[in-house]
């Protein structure tokens, strides 16, 4: 039989259910676990959520690899390459690759009767994954576009729209200034959607992949890259090393030279101010473990001064110090552990009403999200249970030393 153990259970709670020590030292060393177990699950799950949805909007406008040309690549020049269904086909078969789309990119503007405004057309071909726009359409659809003909149908955020005060089904010409001369082409506006990365929404709208290439003065295989899209985000550059040796410093049929980039190396700004969230995370858990940890430690010194009595009697019973000082290390564990179930209720509760009810807002134009998004990740919320009952109860071992000087003589006479 485990004697520390069962003399833990037999203080911690009387077979009628009454407590027989201090209810408040064990009501606050509870609340202090539970509140900073709750507040370190909603802070990670609230940084988890705001780092992969804005990943997956930087995602959702640019993929994860991107194959160009290496000039263009490198953002000094915008250069064509070659990319025929030999090449599309070589790219697909990369191990990890889950789509492959092509797309061209032309500057223009657009103008209506009283505004003008100038954007970054990007071409589409019917290959185009419109899973991201579609989860952020707020008005009409996504044209079918097509990389043989023009449709004359445009795609533009609703910033775009809000500045230029156009709808649906409205009218709009577009005007391209290159080596030819001013072009004007008319579009019809098909859909509008809003991400609110204003970086994006505020630039980028979509035409079909063959009125860019016709728009830009190249021929029918050439565009300005391929975007490539992984299963899985974490093993991005072993993807990336394959293409690397694949076509890498390869040449088209026109002479230009293959390169790729991965979307951190072409957005570095956005994904370095993510990496910094990650030290926010660190700070918080920090505090919240020093928290619970002071609570903790003055419970149980609380608890180990009303039982001097009893520590004296087991000491005169011939209990060694280390029998005693674990019978309340195993008590610290179960308030550890009650702290533990009352903060993953709280923690949990508050992530499921705002994943369901968005009660929390957000300014857009500085987060680029309208609410805080959360994300519930399992695995880590059990390794968080686990850290903090062992760092918990670990911080108590020095304080359970207070054992060794007690006195038999002395504490049978301690009131």
């Not at 802070?43 to 000039?71: A, C, N, P, W, Y």
């Amino acid at each position: 039989m485990n004697l520390p153990l069962f003399i833990a259970r037999r203080i911690y709670r009387k077979s009628d259910g009454q407590r027989m020590v201090s209810k408040p030292a064990i009501r606050i060393a509870t609340a202090g676990v539970a509140i900073g177990l709750a507040v370190m699950i909603v802070s990670v799950s609230v940084v988890f959520g705001f780092k992969h949805t804005i990943r997956d909007k930087v995602v959702g406008f640019g993929s994860h690899l991107q194959v160009g040309e290496f000039m263009t690549l490198q953002g000094v020049d915008q250069r064509p390459v070659q990319m025929n269904d030999s090449m599309m086909a070589e790219l697909r078969s990369a191990t990890g690759v889950k789509h492959v789309q092509r797309f061209a990119m032309r500057q223009g503007i657009l103008k209506t009767d009283d505004d003008f405004l100038g954007v970054l057309f990007k071409g589409v071909g019917p290959e185009f994954d419109s899973t991201f726009i579609h989860q952020n359409m707020v008005e009409g659809a996504i044209p079918a576009f097509s990389d043989s003909a023009s449709t004359n149908q445009l795609l533009i955020s609703k910033s775009m729209a809000d500045k230029l005060r156009l709808k649906c089904d409205d009218r709009i010409f577009a005007y391209f200034i290159g080596n030819e001369g001013v072009r004007a082409r008319r579009f019809t506006v098909g859909g509008i959607y809003q991400t609110n990365l204003s970086q994006y929404d505020d630039a980028i709208c979509y035409i079909d992949l063959y009125t860019a290439v016709k728009l830009n003065g190249w021929q029918p295989d050439q565009v300005t890259g391929a975007e490539v899209t992984v299963g899985d985000f974490s093993r991005i550059y072993e993807t990336e090393d394959i293409y690397i040796n694949m076509v890498n410093r390869q040449t088209d049929g026109y002479g230009e030279t293959y390169s790729t980039k991965t979307i951190q190396e072409l957005n570095p700004q956005i994904f370095s101010w993510l990496e910094l969230l990650d030290l926010n995370v660190w700070i918080i858990l920090a505090l919240m473990m020093a928290v619970a940890g002071v609570t903790m430690i003055s419970g149980l010194l609380i608890i180990i001064l009303e039982r001097t009595s009893m520590i004296g009697i087991l000491k005169s019973l011939g209990a060694r110090n280390k029998t005693i000082r674990r019978t309340f290390l195993w008590f610290a564990v179960f308030m550890i552990g009650r702290g533990l179930l009352f903060g993953n209720i709280l923690g949990v509760g508050l992530i499921a009403l705002q994943h369901f009810t968005g009660l929390v807002k957000l300014d857009p134009a500085t987060y680029y999200v309208s609410t805080v998004p959360v994300e519930l990740n399992i695995p880590l919320i059990i390794l968080l249970n686990i850290a903090t009952l062992l760092i918990s109860t670990f911080i108590l071992i020095a304080p359970s030393y207070l054992i060794s000087y007690i006195q038999p003589a002395k504490s049978m006479r301690y009131e």
